[in-house]
């Protein structure tokens, strides 16, 4: 059971504004931040958004991210065929240890 | 650019050891944390160990502390994770990932190597 919480699933259609939520607690998401990751299937995760709501260079502003308390959130607008992936949300816990979320697939419709 | 290459996986019976490699090219690898991350089929990403640039500082998950033993070395930009009395489920894909700061001062995994699939079984 992942430390961090996500939803299994989530799906839109083309254009539109979907998100995807990641619970956490004091220990982890309240006192640190948040990235998030994408893995296309049968490839590597790719950092998508690091520090809480900032983007690597390359990774389209349709991606956002953002962080309140012990929750964050990713946000994707315009939704494109090639966004269908998983999405994982990353964080770290007091004992320096990496906590992820259990991942949510995201379907384009 | 920055490129981590794992290898050393395979089949191995449980109870078994086994060493993984990451060779890192393109950045100064001495210079960098490194993770080991891992993902069993079909399931999530799970964070395995942490060592530091100088390889003075190691951290370990609990599902993993007492068998596996990160290790680096900077002279062959290579990071190292032996793994022994493997159980089923240790079968995963393992990844190393380099972590980096953001200009303020916040910690991040950025780049991650493509894997290499480790399968526990009799």
């Known amino acids: 059971q992942s430390v961090l919480t996500q939803p299994p699933s989530a799906s839109g259609t083309p254009g539109q504004r979907v998100t995807i939520s990641c619970s956490g607690s004091?220990?982890?998401?309240?006192?640190?931040?948040v990235n998030w990751y994408q893995q296309l299937p049968g490839t590597a995760p790719k950092l998508l958004i690091y520090?809480?709501?900032r983007r690597p260079s390359g990774v389209p502003d349709r991606f956002s991210g953002s962080k309140s308390g012990t929750s964050a959130s990713l946000a994707i607008s315009g939704l494109q065929s090639e966004d269908e992936a998983d999405y994982y949300c990353?964080?770290?816990?007091?004992?320096?240890?990496?906590?992820f979320g259990g991942g949510t697939k995201l379907t384009v419709l | 650019q920055v490129q981590l290459v794992e290898s050393g996986g395979g089949v191995v019976q449980p109870g078994r050891s086994l060493r993984l490699s990451c060779a890192a090219s393109?950045?100064?690898?001495?210079?960098?944390?490194i993770h080991w991350v891992r993902q069993a089929p079909g399931k999530g990403l799970e964070w395995v160990a942490l060592?530091?640039?100088?390889?003075?500082?190691?951290y370990y998950a609990d599902s993993v502390k007492g068998r596996f033993t990160i290790s680096r070395d900077n002279s062959k930009n290579t990071l190292y994770l032996q793994m022994n009395s493997l159980r089923a489920e240790d079968t995963a894909v393992y990844y190393c990932?380099?972590?980096?700061?953001?200009?303020?001062?916040?910690?991040?995994?950025?780049?991650w190597g493509q894997g290499t699939l480790v399968s526990v079984s009799s």
């Open positions: 990932a380099r972590g980096s700061y953001d200009v303020s001062g916040y910690y991040y995994v950025d780049y």
């Open positions: 393109g950045f100064s690898f001495s210079s960098y944390a």
């Open positions: 060592i530091s640039y100088d390889g003075r500082n190691k």
């Open positions: 004091s220990s982890d998401i309240g006192s640190n931040t």
């Open positions: 520090t809480n709501n």
């Open positions: 990353a964080s770290w816990d007091d004992s320096l240890n990496g906590v």
